[in-house]
């Protein structure tokens, strides 16, 4: 029992070990840094959390479009580039005509929303087909693919853009003309004009009311998950239906901006009751069924802990009116918008669809035999990863304010990679917990590094940015090389039986 | 009719023996070429940048020959060697030798490096078989951010290679400060009709070429080969093909290190920190132009794709600079081509690296 105790701990560190690496990297920058430059930690944890928060929301959907093509066993796709490139060249676009239109921000974002679908649907296509040509070295090929789109995105707007295609010079987008009297070329940096903030700035919440946010979607996640496994009952729909009417709550008293207290309390409330429907279910179901024991406790504790620590953490800083209460306010409509897609994607992995995935991702070959055209549903998961792609880099972009033409692109792929890296997946296992522990963890990592490299190499310039690429590539390099070497060592175990 | 049969019967082993993107990528090297001189650019020049960055850059595409034949795939992580040998020339600077004896000593140095780290490489190779394209990549740029650090904080103490003010080595270490600026291309160099014949550069490359076929052609070499065309029976024959893995991946990052100082001494100057990121697609992508696969490469892929490949790339430059001044368009189109020739290669490559 000991000794399967020890393996078992074992295990768990073997396979968590990237994530438990950067939590100590992160937790290290924090505690060594001293408060930053200033040497204020009030001061430091301000703008942790409030950078934080922007760059979680920032990358949130560009991280999320890597799950589908794992879990469908194409590994990680670094040709989600070629998802940012479809956004910027329809953000350019609108960009060129809005000096004529004048559209409202709002509206400029919904219709690059709307018009980088039908251009992603096609480069994803493309790319899938590329993907089922290389099977087995998808990742590599990804890679090169982003790069010879990069290349043709490059061509195009430095070059067609201008002298190919008539273009009206006085437009601010289009570059300066040169010595010889032509334009050609899109500028090297747009400004987003109307379109910066256009969904950030909707709604933005106290970043504390939003940590009790969470706390209840957590919870109320937690009960629908447990409460689903034994109760079909119509009755489970309770829970989200109680979450949703405090957040609502929360909302608007927020919007009414009187009384932070009573917030404090309806975020207590809601988490609160969400654990009394988690105990009412099982308590039923047990006195239902007397041999009904709990599956999973560890988790289910943890997740109750976190949950609820989230929510009495907030609670205290909302009564207290603690420094935290000044950490900037959090874009409530990005995250609604990403909660969406949270639900859209747990909902298409239990449609048949999903299933597919799944299934090719297991094996290929078994697939097949089973009926499943497998080149079509990697295509499908290609195109899925692209368009959010796409749409990720709108809203990546929206939050920046400016397009950096011909750069913008390109760290796209390499950190969204790492990002659900330092979360937890590999190349063959990602879920939705992996996506947001590596939004938070990589993008503390990457607040943090200027202070671990003024530690270890005192005010250098731009060694700060080396140490933080370093990261980056090492992690990625590292997460896939233990990866590998672990299958292979099991494969070889296996052999040898 | 049989006189028509056997032509066909040639073109047809003739398209056989020459690669489809050889080809292509041919045609459009002399299209390049002859638009240059309707633009007025001198055929000349054209001709000597193509010599040129065919001698300078033709041992870092050679690097792919043994880290292919060995099974491994192209050595995405070139850039691993060019560190090394960037480090190998900075402390020959360092330890105040100048001219030949700098080269001669940045070789000695790089080579030593090379086998170092190279052998280090090798066994993370063997560790991840059938990922190692990814795997090489990620390792190679995470290898140059690491050095780009080291760059800043490792204690050089000479002038030419410091920073005036401030900390660290400088983006670039002229060469002409010791003498060493084009000295391997100058030896021996003589002009035809204006036209610049590096001579010493040129035989440098064929001698490293040479002895790799010689090295291909050895014992070991036939066993590396062998380790990689079938690894399973050349298990079963008692080769150690983990062991020819890692004296090929050794052999690879040599070859890329003294690539590296060739490359330096003919441009003139060393170029520190991210310089050597984005070099294994040029390497890869020139001996795949020559028509290797990510499975099979010889010494005829690398002396042809690197002239074709490196010719062009040295000629789109000025020639659309006279067609359409002010644009940037070469960079871009070099991009399109050297990716677009390694996804062919991957495309066509059948099964996984090294499995």
């Known amino acids: ?497 | 009719m049989d006189t028509v049969e056997k032509s066909t019967f040639s073109l047809k082993s003739l398209v056989s023996r020459i690669n489809v993107p050889t080809l292509i990528v041919l045609v459009f090297w002399i299209f390049i070429m002859i638009l240059g001189v309707i633009n007025n650019v001198s055929l000349t020049s054209m001709i000597t940048d193509s010599i040129g960055r065919f001698g300078a850059l033709g041992i870092l595409s050679l690097a792919m020959v043994p880290s292919i034949q060995s099974g491994t795939g192209p050595n995405f992580a070139l850039p691993i060697g060019m560190v090394c040998g960037l480090l190998g020339m900075v402390c020959a600077i360092q330890f105040g030798f100048t001219s030949w004896g700098w080269l001669i000593i940045s070789i000695l140095l790089s080579v030593v490096f090379a086998c170092i780290i190279g052998y280090g490489y090798g066994i993370l190779m063997n560790a991840v078989k059938g990922s190692e394209m990814t795997i090489a990549t990620y390792t190679g740029w995470a290898f140059v951010w690491l050095f780009s650090m080291l760059w800043v904080i490792l204690p050089f103490t000479d002038l030419r290679l410091r920073l005036p003010l401030g900390q660290g080595l400088r983006q670039d270490i002229q060469l002409a400060g010791i003498n060493a600026r084009n000295i391997l291309t100058n030896s021996l160099s003589f002009d035809i009709n204006g036209i610049f014949i590096p001579t010493g550069m040129i035989l440098f490359f064929f001698l490293c070429c040479f002895l790799v076929w010689m090295f291909m052609r050895s014992k070991k070499g036939i066993a590396i080969t062998a380790g990689g065309t079938n690894p399973m029976f050349a298990g079963a024959a008692g080769l150690h093909v983990n062991r020819n893995r890692i004296y090929a991946g050794m052999l690879s990052m040599v070859l890329g290190a003294v690539g590296t100082v060739i490359y330096a001494q003919h441009f003139g100057f060393i170029q520190l920190y991210l310089f050597p990121m984005m070099f294994a697609f040029i390497a890869v992508a020139a001996v795949m132009i020559g028509g290797a696969t990510v499975r099979r490469a010889n010494i005829t892929h690398v002396i042809v794709g690197v002239l074709i490949f490196q010719g062009l790339s040295a000629n789109m430059a000025p020639v659309a600079n006279a067609m359409f001044p002010g644009t940037d368009i070469p960079e871009a189109l070099r991009t399109i081509v050297q990716n677009g020739i390694i996804l062919y290669a991957l495309m066509h490559a059948k099964g996984g690296g090294g499995k």
């Open chain 1, 1 to 497: 029992m000991n000794n399967s105790n020890s393996e078992r701990i074992k295990a768990f560190l073997l396979d968590n070990i990237v994530v438990i690496l950067f939590l100590g990297i992160a937790i290290f920058g924090i505690t060594a840094s001293g408060g930053g430059i200033t040497g204020n930690y009030t001061v430091y944890f301000i703008s942790f959390f409030s950078e934080l928060i922007e760059r979680v929301f920032r990358n949130s959907f560009l991280v999320i479009s890597l799950m589908i093509p794992v879990i469908a066993g194409l590994g990680l796709n670094f040709g989600i580039v070629i998802g940012a490139i479809a956004a910027q060249s329809v953000i350019l676009l609108l960009r060129y005509h809005q000096f004529y239109l004048e559209m409202s921000g709002i509206a400029e974002f919904l219709l690059a929303l709307l018009l980088s679908l039908p251009l992603a649907i096609l480069f994803g296509w493309l790319t899938g087909k590329l993907y089922n040509k290389v099977r087995g070295q998808e990742m590599i090929a990804g890679m090169i693919v982003s790069y010879f789109a990069a290349g043709v995105y490059n061509l195009v707007f430095l070059f067609i853009v201008g002298y190919v295609i008539e273009v009206d010079k006085l437009n601010p987008i289009i570059a300066p003309a040169n010595l010889e009297g032509l334009a050609v070329g899109v500028r090297m940096t747009v400004d987003m004009g109307v379109m910066t903030g256009a969904i950030d700035n909707i709604i933005r919440i106290p970043f504390m009311f939003f940590i009790m946010i969470c706390a209840i979607t957590m919870a109320c996640y937690i009960v629908f998950t447990q409460v689903r496994k034994f109760n079909r009952d119509r009755k489970v729909l309770l829970s989200p239906l109680c979450a949703l009417v405090f957040i609502t709550a929360i909302v608007v008293w927020n919007g009414l901006g009187s009384m932070n207290r009573v917030a404090a309390v309806l975020g207590f409330l809601g988490v609160a009751a969400q654990m009394c429907f988690l105990l009412y279910f099982t308590f039923r179901h047990k006195r239902e069924n007397p041999d009904y024991t709990v599956q999973n406790k560890a988790s289910l504790s943890f997740n109750c802990v976190l949950c609820s620590g989230m929510m009495l953490w907030a609670v205290y800083n909302i009564i207290m009116n603690t420094f935290m209460m000044r950490v900037r306010q959090a874009p409530f409509a990005t995250a609604l918008l990403f909660a969406v897609l949270f639900i859209f994607l747990s909902y298409i992995m239990k449609t048949k669809l999903g299933q597919d995935f799944r299934a090719v991702g297991q094996s290929q070959h078994i697939a097949e035999v089973s009926g499943i055209n497998v080149k079509r549903t990697r295509i499908i998961a290609t195109i899925f990863s692209t368009v959010l792609a796409a749409w990720g880099m709108v809203i990546f972009l929206q939050n920046m304010g400016t397009l950096t033409t011909y750069d913008s692109h390109r760290h796209v792929g390499f950190f969204s990679v790492a990002a659900i890296l330092v979360g937890g997946a590999s190349t063959s296992r990602a879920n939705l917990r992996n996506v947001i522990t590596g939004l938070i963890l990589f993008h503390a990592m990457t607040i943090v590094t200027p202070d671990i490299a003024r530690i270890f190499f005192g005010d250098t310039p731009g060694v700060a940015e080396y140490l933080r690429s370093f990261m980056v590539y090492g992690v990625i390099g590292l997460a896939l090389g233990l990866y590998v070497w672990k299958t292979l060592k099991a494969s070889q175990s296996q052999n040898s039986l």
